[in-house]
C-alpha cells in the first residue's frame, strides 16, 4: 500500500467517498439507531464524514509533490514525505461515522495501514462503512476492523511493538493512558511511537453588554444540547457581563424548556445519552451541582419509552472554580457564571484544564480581537455557535489537556502520519 502512487490511493478515497453519498441515507439512518442521533444531527454527521475522505484524497495529491527546499551547486537534493507505517485507531463513539472516518482515512491515504478499535457502543456504523471500503477497492488489510473491550483490545494494540503511531479521540482519562503508554519501548521496538491525542474540553461562550443579546440566548442553546451535550465542542459554560446576564439566562432557559425530549427517529430535538452508565455519571454529576449552584432548568431523567433520557439541565451562580465549571459531563448540562465585565469574562474562560472550543459574542470589536489573542482555545468562534467545524474550513483541535492539536480537517494533518525523507547526490562526472 505504502509503494502505491498517491494517486491511485487518492483514487480509491475518491471512489470511497462516492459510495458514502450514494448511501448516505443508510449510513445516517445506523447513526439514528446506534447513537440517538436526530435526523441533523445524524445526516451532518455522515456528511462530514464525506468531506473527509475527499478532503485527505486531495491532501495525499499535494503531499506527494517534492518539498521546495535550497538547491546548491554541484548536488541534487530531494526532501519528500513517506508513511510512517502501521497504526491503531481508536475513535469515540459520538461521532461514529464522521470522526472514525476522518481518523481512519488520514493515515491511510497518506500510505500507512491500521488497526481500527471502534467504540464499544457504536461498532455498527464502521462495521457497515467497512463494506464500502472493500466496494471502493481498499486491498485487503490495509484497514483492518477489530470491534472489542477497549482495556483487553486497546491496550495490547498500544502497547505492541510493531505499532508506529496511536490516533486517539475519547476522555482525557484514557487519552492520557495512552500517552503513558506509547511512550515505553517495548522489546524487539525500534522506533518511537507517535501518540495523537484529541481529548475533553469545558468549552465556554462569553457574551457582553454590546451583543446581539437574542442570537446569543439562541445560538448558545444550540452549543449546549445539540445530540444532548454528547459533543467536545458543546457549550458547558456561558459566561454572561453582568448588566446582561439576567436577560440572557431568561432567555437561554424559556428556549431550553421548549425543547421537546424524546425519541429520535421522530426528530426530536432532544434524544437519548448514549447509555445506562452515561445517564447515571450525568445524573450523579447533576446531583452534586446541586450544592453548587442554583438549578435554573431540568435535572431530572425522564421516562420515555425505557430509554436514556434526561431533561436539558441548567446551573447558575456557578463560581469558576465548582466542579460545575472545571469538570466535563459530556451531558446536556449548561453552567452559567457572572462576570464583572469582559475582563473577568476572559479570565473565568481561560481558567480550566483544557482548551478545545471557546466563543464570544460581542459588538465591540476591540474585545473580539482581543479574543482572537488571548482566549487560549484551538477553535475559537466569534459571533456563532462553537459546534459544527466545518473540514477544511476551521481544521479542529485544542490546546493543553484537550489534546495534542492534531487539528483534523486541516491542510497539515496527513503530515502527522508520514516522515521526511531527504536525498543528496553529488554530481559526479
Not at 102 to 121: E, F, R
Not at 202 to 218: N, W
Request: aromatic share 8%.
Amino acid at each position: 500500500w505504502a509503494a502505491r502512487p498517491a494517486a491511485e490511493r487518492a483514487r480509491i478515497g475518491v471512489r470511497l467517498a462516492a459510495i458514502m453519498r450514494r448511501n448516505k441515507y443508510e449510513l445516517a439512518a445506523i447513526e439514528t439507531f446506534e447513537a440517538g442521533k436526530n435526523w441533523l444531527e445524524a445526516e451532518a454527521d455522515v456528511a462530514e464524514a464525506i468531506d473527509f475522505v475527499e478532503y485527505y484524497a486531495r491532501q495525499a495529491l499535494r503531499l506527494a509533490e517534492p518539498l521546495e527546499i535550497v538547491p546548491v551547486a554541484g548536488e541534487e537534493n530531494e526532501s519528500h514525505l513517506i508513511p510512517i507505517g502501521a497504526g491503531v485507531v481508536i475513535p469515540p463513539w459520538n461521532f461514529p461515522g464522521a470522526i472514525l472516518i476522518g481518523m481512519a482515512m488520514g493515515p491511510v491515504l497518506a500510505g500507512n495501514t491500521i488497526v481500527i478499535k471502534p467504540a464499544s457502543n457504536t461498532p455498527v456504523i464502521g462495521a457497515r462503512w467497512m463494506e464500502m471500503v472493500a466496494e471502493a477497492g481498499m486491498p485487503d488489510g490495509v484497514i483492518n476492523y477489530v470491534p472489542g473491550a477497549g482495556a483487553a483490545i486497546g491496550d495490547h494494540l498500544v502497547d505492541h511493538p510493531l505499532t508506529r503511531f496511536v490516533n486517539f479521540t475519547g476522555s482525557k482519562e484514557i487519552g492520557l493512558r495512552i500517552a503513558e503508554r506509547s511512550a515505553r519501548i517495548a522489546p524487539g521496538q525500534k522506533w518511537l511511537k507517535r501518540a495523537f491525542l484529541e481529548m475533553g474540553g469545558k468549552d465556554a461562550m462569553i457574551v457582553d453588554e454590546t451583543a446581539d443579546l437574542k442570537a446569543a440566548a439562541a445560538d448558545a442553546v444550540r452549543s449546549a444540547f445539540g445530540f444532548q451535550g454528547q459533543k467536545c465542542s458543546a457549550l458547558s459554560r456561558l459566561i454572561l457581563v453582568s448588566d446582561i446576564h439576567d436577560a440572557v439566562l431568561d432567555a437561554v432557559a424559556a428556549t431550553t424548556g421548549g425543547l421537546q425530549v424524546g425519541p429520535p427517529e421522530e426528530n426530536h430535538p432532544v434524544g437519548p445519552v448514549i447509555s445506562a452508565a452515561q445517564h447515571r455519571s450525568i445524573l450523579d454529576e447533576i446531583d452534586k451541582g446541586r450544592s453548587e449552584a442554583r438549578l435554573v432548568l431540568g435535572g431530572s431523567p425522564v421516562d420515555r419509552d425505557g430509554g436514556w433520557y434526561l431533561q436539558p439541565t441548567i446551573f447558575a451562580d456557578v463560581d469558576p472554580g465548582a466542579r460545575l465549571a472545571q469538570h466535563e459531563i459530556f451531558g446536556p448540562v449548561l453552567s452559567v457564571l457572572r462576570a464583572r465585565d469582559f475582563d473577568h469574562a476572559l479570565e473565568i474562560a481561560n481558567g480550566t484544564e483544557f482548551g478545545l472550543t471557546g466563543g464570544v459574542y460581542s459588538r465591540d470589536r476591540s474585545r473580539l480581537e482581543r479574543a482572537r489573542r488571548e482566549f487560549h482555545v484551538g477553535n475559537l468562534y466569534l459571533n456563532r455557535k462553537i459546534t459544527g467545524a466545518l473540514v477544511g474550513v476551521q481544521p479542529f483541535g485544542g490546546f493543553n489537556m484537550s489534546g495534542s492539536n492534531s487539528k483534523a480537517g486541516g491542510p497539515d494533518y496527513l503530515r502527522l502520519f508520514m516522515e521526511m525523507k531527504t536525498v543528496a547526490e553529488r554530481w559526479v562526472p
